[in-house]
């Protein structure tokens, strides 16, 4: 089995987006653990929306493409759209940033709302 550890983020429809991530990550991957829910302001983004971020792990027999695969067809059924980038509208937007204890995005797990959500799942013994 893979560790997988992601982050979750919408600055459009938050609520609904997230709920539609979790419900769907949980179809998907048995057993998930999701972080609390962190309201963070837009970073590298001109459209001052606040984001709604989270965390999540959850262990998989997939390989991390197939992983990679499952998480945009997830953003596809949320409404995200390629032309939704130039409006800097995100409506979900789901990052793997580790797999099988491999970084994948560095600069992501320097975040501070990443770091705290870590903190959270070393609490809970994730």
Same mark, same amino acid.
């Not at 963070?40 to 001052?48: G, H, Q, R, S």
């Not at 800097?88 to 600069?107: F, Q, V």
């Given at each position: 089995?893979?560790?997988?550890?992601?982050?979750?983020?919408?600055?459009?429809?938050?609520?609904?987006?997230?709920?539609?991530?979790?419900?769907?990550?949980?179809?998907?991957?048995? #057993?998930?653990?999701?972080?609390?829910?962190?309201?963070?302001?837009?970073?590298?983004?001109?459209?001052?929306?606040?984001?709604?971020?989270?965390?999540?792990?959850?262990?998989?027999?997939?390989?991390?493409?197939?992983?990679?695969?499952?998480?945009?067809?997830?953003?596809?059924?949320? #409404?995200?759209?390629?032309?939704?980038?130039?409006?800097?509208?995100?409506?979900?937007?789901?990052?793997?940033?580790?797999?099988? #204890?491999?970084?994948?995005?560095?600069?992501?797990?320097?975040?501070?709302?990443?770091?705290? #959500?870590?903190?959270?799942?070393?609490?809970?013994?994730?």
């Amino acid at each position: 089995m893979h560790k997988c550890l992601i982050c979750i983020g919408s600055n459009h429809n938050r609520k609904e987006n997230l709920l539609l991530a979790q419900r769907k990550l949980t179809d998907l991957f048995p #057993g998930i653990h999701f972080t609390s829910e962190q309201e963070t302001d837009p970073l590298f983004v001109k459209n001052p929306a606040k984001f709604s971020n989270q965390l999540a792990v959850f262990f998989v027999d997939k390989a991390e493409k197939e992983v990679r695969r499952s998480l945009k067809a997830i953003e596809a059924a949320a #409404g995200r759209q390629p032309a939704d980038k130039q409006q800097e509208k995100i409506s979900l937007d789901i990052d793997l940033l580790t797999y099988d #204890g491999r970084i994948l995005k560095p600069d992501d797990l320097t975040r501070a709302y990443v770091v705290k #959500g870590l903190e959270e799942l070393k609490e809970k013994q994730l």
